[in-house]
């Protein structure tokens, strides 16, 4: 079974600590705005598996400290959608860089667009601000006084560069299919691939995991079952207040249990995502001790406080804990 777990920080650095003005009092008073966004449609039906990029999305814009962004899918009346009809696999918000004068002479030569990514060891594969799966509703993303997420600071863009935010949605239709935790766990064989997206053959020893269920694949179903074609949305509400002094910016970091760089001495970061997670053995079985531990370690530059960690999973998880550890 293929087993995919992340972390995530927020972590105010030590330098950012200092005596806070009097109107940190207010930052979780009348200064607070929400509002409700959805995500373009995400067309789905029995079996079917949609796992799309949408970008320039709807976005509070301006200067501002993100407070929380909780997310769910819902249907064309915004009724939420259960679980066990459309698995929510993964969702990633991530800011970008879009060049503002793409048809100008004078920009042919720049990239149309860079991505902002956070600060953790794995974000050259894990750059997204915001991110959860199946654990999303319900899941508090609140960022705790005086703390915020800063976001829309123009002074930080690139010049020519304006801040968008891009949303990938991974979900897969259960309904109707012959055998919804293969669906749910991608295996090869429920999806009847032999190639992944980019036209390359799957190894034999790859069972299931991301490379067999992405978009557009078709999980088996039940033969004579019929059921239509839903259009489903994220819909997401964010919170935020203006930018002020107040505000104490933390930073991102994404953690992924397969990044075992530090374990192994070796210098560069592997953060593969999804990892094949080994067979419980006959004795184990038999004593019902089939739990399966994987441990991660990683170095920060620099110390601070965690206001906020939220972890993800996927099914057969029991659960993640993060540890701390002053270093010399």
Same mark, same amino acid.
């Given at each position: 079974? !293929?087993?995919?777990?992340?972390v995530?920080?927020?972590? $105010? /650095?030590?330098?950012?600590?200092?005596?806070?003005?009097? %109107?940190?009092?207010?930052?979780?008073?009348?200064?607070?705005?929400?509002k409700?966004? @959805?995500?373009? #449609?995400?067309?789905?039906g029995?079996?079917?598996?949609?796992?799309?990029?949408h970008?320039?999305?709807?976005?509070?814009?301006?200067?501002?400290?993100?407070?929380?962004?909780?997310?769910?899918?819902?249907? %064309?009346n915004?009724?939420?959608v259960? /679980?066990?009809?459309?698995?929510?696999?993964h969702?990633v918000a %991530?800011?970008?860089?879009? /060049?503002?004068?793409?048809?100008?002479?004078?920009t042919?030569?720049? #990239?149309?667009?860079?991505?902002k &990514?956070?600060?953790?060891?794995?974000?050259?594969?894990?750059?997204q601000?915001?991110?959860?799966g199946?654990?999303? &509703?319900h899941?508090?993303?609140?960022?705790?006084?005086?703390?915020?997420?800063?976001?829309?600071?123009?002074? !930080?863009a #690139?010049?020519?560069?304006?801040?968008?935010?891009?949303?990938?949605?991974?979900?897969?239709?259960t309904?109707?299919?012959?055998?919804? #935790?293969s669906?749910?766990?991608?295996?090869?064989?429920?999806?009847?691939?032999?190639?992944?997206?980019?036209? @390359?053959?799957? $190894?034999?020893?790859?069972?299931?995991? /991301?490379? *067999?269920?992405?978009?557009?694949?078709? *999980?088996?179903? !039940? %033969?004579?079952f019929?059921?239509?074609?839903? !259009?489903?949305?994220?819909?997401?509400?964010?919170?935020?207040?203006?930018?002020t002094d107040?505000?104490?910016?933390v930073?991102?970091?994404?953690?992924?249990?397969?990044?075992?760089?530090?374990?192994?001495?070796?210098?560069?970061?592997?953060?593969?995502?999804?990892?094949?997670?080994?067979?419980?053995?006959?004795?184990? &079985?038999?004593?019902?001790?089939?739990?399966?531990?994987?441990?991660?370690?990683?170095?920060?530059p620099?110390?601070?406080?965690?206001?906020?960690?939220v972890a993800?999973?996927? $099914?057969?998880?029991?659960?993640? $804990?993060?540890?701390?550890?002053?270093?010399?």
């Amino acid at each position: 079974m !293929k087993m995919a777990g992340s972390v995530v920080l927020l972590i $105010s /650095l030590l330098s950012a600590i200092a005596p806070l003005p009097s %109107e940190a009092l207010n930052v979780r008073g009348h200064l607070l705005k929400s509002k409700t966004f @959805r995500s373009p #449609p995400i067309l789905l039906g029995p079996g079917s598996v949609s796992n799309k990029y949408h970008h320039d999305v709807d976005f509070p814009r301006g200067h501002l400290a993100v407070k929380s962004f909780d997310a769910e899918v819902v249907d %064309e009346n915004g009724v939420p959608v259960p /679980l066990h009809e459309t698995y929510l696999h993964h969702w990633v918000a %991530e800011p970008y860089y879009a /060049l503002k004068n793409s048809q100008s002479p004078d920009t042919q030569n720049l #990239p149309k667009g860079m991505l902002k &990514r956070n600060d953790g060891v794995c974000k050259t594969t894990l750059g997204q601000y915001f991110g959860l799966g199946s654990e999303t &509703r319900h899941t508090a993303t609140w960022v705790p006084d005086p703390y915020g997420i800063e976001i829309g600071n123009e002074d !930080k863009a #690139p010049e020519g560069y304006e801040e968008k935010w891009l949303l990938n949605i991974h979900a897969i239709d259960t309904r109707g299919v012959v055998d919804k #935790p293969s669906c749910t766990e991608c295996k090869c064989d429920f999806y009847n691939v032999t190639i992944d997206e980019y036209g @390359r053959t799957i $190894s034999k020893n790859y069972t299931g995991g /991301l490379f *067999c269920c992405y978009d557009q694949t078709q *999980c088996r179903v !039940k %033969e004579g079952f019929n059921g239509e074609v839903r !259009k489903l949305f994220l819909q997401y509400t964010v919170t935020w207040l203006d930018w002020t002094d107040a505000v104490v910016p933390v930073k991102i970091y994404i953690f992924d249990v397969t990044d075992t760089a530090m374990l192994d001495g070796t210098p560069e970061h592997s953060c593969k995502v999804e990892y094949q997670v080994e067979e419980c053995s006959a004795e184990n &079985r038999a004593n019902n001790e089939c739990i399966h531990t994987k441990t991660a370690r990683a170095a920060l530059p620099r110390g601070g406080d965690i206001v906020f960690s939220v972890a993800h999973q996927h $099914s057969g998880g029991v659960g993640a $804990s993060l540890h701390g550890q002053v270093m010399d």
